[in-house]
């Protein structure tokens, strides 16, 4: 067994209050809201010695160099130190547990009972070692969300939003992908050459969210900007929420007097009855969760389909679908490394490490889906295994998962309908990242292509209306006249008469009487028309087409 922390967690000195008891819940000074004050703790600090991101004392640190450039390197080193579980510490030196194995995360994530998601649980909010200021504090601040509620709380807040999902229309969406992908492409393709992260992977899931959640006029750089500084632990991550909240405030003041068929809307309207906070904290939350992630998973799929050539064969030769390819990817590369977090309820036991009440622990997704106890061979093919801890677990696991699958598989679907041509323009090696607590995310991906014109992106990609099929007409050439009999021969017997019947559209006009394009005079050929009475001007395919491109427009 690892030794436990020597003062944090593992510190039995002083009760952890419940979550909402009235005589302790504001008594930390933590605010019920974001922080929106100063973007850094000006306070001095003791030095910390720092080599190979291990602090005094033998533990290692989840942020800095070594956490950054090779997160799964670390992971598998704290695997081979402590196992399943080990100590380490985040930014400012916080000590916390992360879990590593497979099993022993979900263990976490579904028993809330002995880890909760209630941060005000936190030792180190209770003393002062984690202030209001942090740079995590976005992350682990208390708020009235379902993320960090329990119990009742958590069905009645995690109802509103699970059920709000439920309401949205998925082609609908898909259409919008399309859409947004096109657009995107559009302001590229003449260049032949482009960088996907930045011009595709970061702006897609934000301009998707944006429309779903009903404000795509906030959609903005900025808005892409702000959105991924909030989890990253930087100086400015409290400036950052302090704007999307502010986005989103006013969006919901808009729809309780003005509501649209959108998301903000079916929350505010949603039986639960949430509040102006509660709802703008939930479209936060769904709309930071949603575009980290997915902007992270884009970026991770076109990595493997341009580095890895059976990647990218097992696509093109039909072998693979992009769906499937998400899912590998969601093995490899998940958007969200960790999550913070949980919290010890009481003292237990998890991974053969002593776990004491008011401990925080990580969620450690690559970790455990790299776990060797379920994944011996990390380069065998996990198509059709859904059991990967990318979207976590339990009672709080990802409710708009699918929406993620969607935005990435549409989007990479219309990007290489496209630019099938599209070829990493330096080498694998020279590809950088950058990493944060929670995520790891490609700085850039450049590619080339041959350049080609923008298209309308109200209709679908390459799509072309195919020219009105003729009319059918068969030409046979005239009889040859039969020779004469010779004198005194005997006449063969004369064919039965068929009855007269009225003139059918595939009679053989044979005659003259018939003239004109619709028969043939003597000596002329034979027609036969098809389906008279259809339009001549429209033809089925035409009719077909018109209507797969207003359903493609949504009209």
């Known amino acids: 067994m690892t030794t436990p922390f020597p003062q944090r967690p593992g510190d039995d000195s002083g009760a952890v209050p419940p979550p909402g008891c009235p005589a302790h819940a504001l008594g930390t000074g933590l605010p019920t809201a974001p922080y929106t004050g100063p973007a850094a703790d000006t306070r001095p600090r003791p030095a910390v010695e720092r080599v190979n991101g291990v602090a005094p ?17 670390l992971y598998e080193r704290l695997r081979a130190e402590h196992g399943a579980v080990a100590p380490v510490l985040l930014h400012g030196d916080l000590p916390a547990w992360l879990v590593l194995g497979h099993s022993e995360n979900l263990h976490v994530t579904r028993t809330p009972s002995q880890f909760s998601r209630d941060s005000r649980r936190w030792r180190a909010l209770h003393d002062g070692t984690a202030p209001p200021d942090h740079p995590l504090a976005p992350i682990f601040t208390w708020q009235p969300i379902c993320v960090f509620a329990d119990g009742g709380d958590h069905e009645r807040l995690r109802g ?17 992908i399309n859409r947004y992908s096109n657009r ?4 590229f393709c003449r260049d032949g050459k482009a960088d996907l992260v930045a011009a595709f992977a970061e702006h897609l899931p934000m301009m998707v969210m944006a429309q779903i959640i009903g404000a795509p006029e906030e959609y903005s750089e900025r808005l892409v900007a702000a959105a991924r500084d909030m989890i990253k632990g930087t100086a400015t991550a409290n400036e950052s929420n302090a704007y ?15 509501p649209e068929e959108d998301f903000a809307t079916w929350l505010t309207e949603h039986p639960a009855a949430l509040t102006d906070d509660e709802v703008s904290q939930h479209l936060r939350l769904v709309l930071i969760a949603a575009y980290e992630t997915t902007a992270n998973l884009i970026a991770n799929v076109l990595r493997m389909v341009l580095t890895d050539p059976r990647f990218r064969a097992q696509l093109s030769g039909g072998h693979m679908t992009l769906p499937e390819a998400v899912e590998q990817t969601l093995w490899d590369e998940p958007p969200f490394t960790t999550i913070l977090g949980r919290w010890a309820v009481g003292d237990t036991e998890l991974g053969g490490q002593s776990i004491k009440a008011g401990d925080a622990l990580v969620v450690g997704i690559a970790a455990a889906n790299a776990d060797p106890v379920v994944r011996p061979d990390l380069s065998a093919s996990m198509q059709g295994n859904r059991s990967h801890l990318a979207f976590s677990g339990g009672p709080h696991e990802c409710p708009g998962q699918d929406i993620g699958r969607a935005i990435a598989d549409t989007g990479i679907d219309a990007l290489l309908l496209r630019l099938p041509d599209l070829q990493l323009a330096v080498e694998e090696d020279e590809l950088r990242w950058s990493g944060a607590l929670m995520s790891r995310q490609l700085v850039e991906l450049p590619v080339t292509f041959a350049p080609r014109p923008p298209q309308d992106v109200t209709v679908p990609p390459n799509a072309v209306m195919p020219p009105p099929r003729p009319r059918w007409q068969v030409d046979s050439p005239p009889p040859a006249a039969a020779p004469p009999a010779a004198p005194g021969a005997e006449l063969p017997p004369a064919a039965p008469v068929a009855p007269v019947t009225p003139a059918s559209p595939v009679d053989l006009v044979a005659s003259g009487e018939a003239g004109g394009a619709g028969g043939a005079g003597a000596g002329g050929t034979a027609t036969v028309p098809v389906d008279t009475e259809r339009p001549t001007g429209t033809s089925a395919p035409g009719r077909a087409w018109r209507a797969v491109v207003r359903w493609w427009r949504g009209y």
Request: hydrophobic residues 35%.
């Open 160 to 176: 509103a939003v699970t059920d709000s999902i439920g309401r949205i229309d998925h082609r609908g969406v898909r259409r919008y």
């Open 57 to 73: 004392g033998g533990l290692r640190r989840l942020y800095g160099p070594e956490a950054e450039h090779d997160p799964m390197g």
């Open 244 to 258: 999307v909240m502010d986005v989103l405030t006013r969006l919901v003041k808009r729809r309780r007097t003005a």
């Open 184 to 187: 995107l492409v559009n302001e």
